[in-house]
């Protein structure tokens, strides 16, 4: 049945931004900068949020030895064909002066003996060029940074709906702990990170629900690029471990950790030129192979060469020790985890959709950068950017008078949670085949009906209609029916894409396809599902 929320306050702003990591305030710090009334929402609190876990660095060009080209060349090589060449290279070329600005904010990075700030190597890069904070501690910093520039963020503030009209956004459909809101404005940013919550298992917060992509595509945008689900090799393994793992970071490889089965044999030799260090979805891939080879559940990283570790890396020492392992004394078990997510709303590199007022920035956003597989740490790069640019294109709509008039009557379909996150884990994780994705199609469209029908019954029971369920049970249900969309669309484009490249691995379609060596996008149809196109 579709439902209305029943709104019980109202706001304007300028501009929305809806979300409050690195690309949300980075946007709206630039926006207030230009005189903007901006209201930032985040879902969850201040360091709910992927940012702020981030740890090996950001990648940007180094003032001596590496140069813009080189940057460009790393990316595209790790993005299999799919990058937008002119999009690396606006937003590579724009990292140095992102990253100035951030550190005149007053973000702090490592430096070195001689006072010449510190770069490390990750997977993909030909030179040292990744800057680092507190260690392994990059994302903390920039969060903190970012955190206290006083910016005017509503915290616990989950936006549901954007609403559009004839010249473009007209505003955002907001639940707040007063209930359901609106706030009039022309502009609205998507930076709502990623979709991690997907799977099992993840280094993503939990509030990586993918609600992003389901705003983008209900308001008319199109997402492109999402069947390619990074799933970063060295995530710490337990037993049973679900949720948010501990990562072990890839600078540790950086720094002459090296992956080795129980065995003591290496994980990666003769797999790629750069063995350990090799672009990300090579690395999973040959976890992946060994570990079923082996018939076990993880490898290890064996970081005792290392000198200074605890020093070095002080989280991933203490996510270690709470798990009980000394990582200077014993192997460190590992196993890949879903990490990033390589598509989205699809943009220019200025964040720009082709609704007018409609911008989309960091993870949640498809700008061209990343392709069919992400370099390492060119996430945070992307983030603040493209961040910095949409604060400056939402100036564009100043002055543009709106007002939500009809809210759109939406009818939620949701499958449940754990449901899902199995079915995605077990059929649509590094390596996918066509049953394999059909089943989970076929799977989750029987687990909706089924919710759908055991929330039915709950109303019933309780006497109570959706809109009177507690908050926490709203937002639920704003995760549940966005992961739900997210995940028809992974699957949809995974099942689309019978090749295999960067971080899609069809075992049914083991070579890449020069035919297919482009992006597909998905939109929604009138009848709210989504459909492909080429
Ligand atoms: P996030 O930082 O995830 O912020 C999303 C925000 O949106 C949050 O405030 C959330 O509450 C809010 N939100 C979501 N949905 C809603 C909604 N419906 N309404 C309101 N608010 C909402 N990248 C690198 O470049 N270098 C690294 O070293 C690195 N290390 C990483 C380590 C880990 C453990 C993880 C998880 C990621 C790492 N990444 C790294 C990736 C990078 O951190 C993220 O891609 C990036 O921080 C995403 O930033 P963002 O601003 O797009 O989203
Ligand atoms: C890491 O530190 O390994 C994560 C870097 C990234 O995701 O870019």
């Known amino acids: 049945m579709a439902t209305v929320p029943t709104i019980e306050w109202e706001s304007d702003a300028d501009l929305v931004v809806i979300g409050g990591g690195i690309a949300g305030l980075t946007a709206a710090r630039t926006a207030v ?88 190597r990750e997977g993909g890069h030909s030179t040292r060029r990744v800057i680092h904070a507190g260690g392994d501690a990059t994302g903390a910093e920039v969060q903190r940074t970012l955190n206290a520039a006083g910016l005017p963020v509503l915290f616990g503030t989950a936006a549901r709906d954007i609403v559009t009209g004839p010249n473009g956004i007209h505003g955002v459909v907001v639940l707040s702990d007063k209930g359901f809101g609106v706030v009039h404005t022309p502009a609205a940013l998507l930076a709502t990170g990623g979709l991690g919550q997907l799977y099992a298992s993840s280094t993503n917060p939990p509030g990586a629900t993918g609600d992003g992509i389901a705003l983008a595509l209900r308001a008319g945008a199109a997402v492109a690029d999402l069947e390619f689900v990074q799933f970063h090799p060295t995530v710490l393994y337990t037993q049973g471990g679900r949720g948010r793992r501990p990562l072990i970071s890839e600078a540790v490889r950086g720094e002459g950790g090296v992956l080795v089965d129980a065995d003591g044999n290496s994980v990666t030799a003769g797999v790629h030129p750069r063995g350990d260090l090799a672009p990300r979805d090579v690395v999973a891939r040959a976890i992946a192979t060994r ?198 669309t992974v699957l949809l484009a995974a099942a689309a894409r019978t090749e295999s490249r960067g971080c899609h691995t069809r075992s049914d379609h083991p070579d890449p396809d020069d035919l297919l060596r482009q992006s597909f996008s998905v939109r929604l149809d009138d009848d709210g599902h989504p459909v492909l196109s080429r």
């Open 33 to 120: 900068a230009r005189g903007l009334r901006v209201l930032v929402l985040a879902k969850g609190g201040p360091l709910d949020t992927a940012t702020h876990y981030a740890q090996g660095g950001i990648a940007v060009v180094a003032p001596q030895g590496d140069s813009v080209t080189s940057h460009v060349r790393d990316t595209v090589d790790a993005g299999a064909g799919l990058c937008d060449p002119a999009a690396v290279r606006s937003v590579v070329g724009g990292g140095p002066h992102a990253v100035a600005a951030l550190t005149r904010l007053g973000a702090v990075f490592d430096t070195r003996a001689d006072g010449a700030v510190a770069r490390t």
């Open 291 to 488: 570990m079923r080879a082996l018939g076990t559940d993880h490898v290890y990283l064996d970081a005792r060469a290392i000198t200074g570790f605890g020093q070095r890396f002080p989280t991933i020492t203490g996510s270690c020790r709470a798990a009980g392992i000394d990582p200077e004394a014993e192997l460190i078990p590992v196993a890949p985890a879903a990490h990033y997510q390589c598509g989205g709303v699809v943009t220019d590199p200025h964040g720009r959709t082709p609704i007018p007022g409609l911008y989309a920035a960091g993870e949640v956003a498809r700008t061209g950068l990343h392709g069919a597989n992400r370099l390492a740490s060119n996430s945070l790069l992307e983030g603040l950017v493209v961040g910095a640019r949409v604060g400056a294109a939402a100036a564009e709509r100043r002055g543009v008078r709106v007002r939500v008039r009809d809210i759109p009557a939406r009818v939620d379909h949701a499958a449940d949670r754990r449901l899902l996150q199995q079915l995605m884990t077990d059929h649509a994780s590094i390596v996918r085949d066509r049953a394999g994705l059909d089943e989970a199609h076929e799977r989750m469209k029987a687990g909706m009906a089924q919710h759908r029908t055991l929330r039915a019954k709950a109303a019933e029971t309780t006497e109570r209609g959706p809109e009177a369920h507690p908050p926490a049970e709203l937002f639920a249900g704003i995760e549940d029916t966005a992961l739900t969309l997210a995940a028809q």
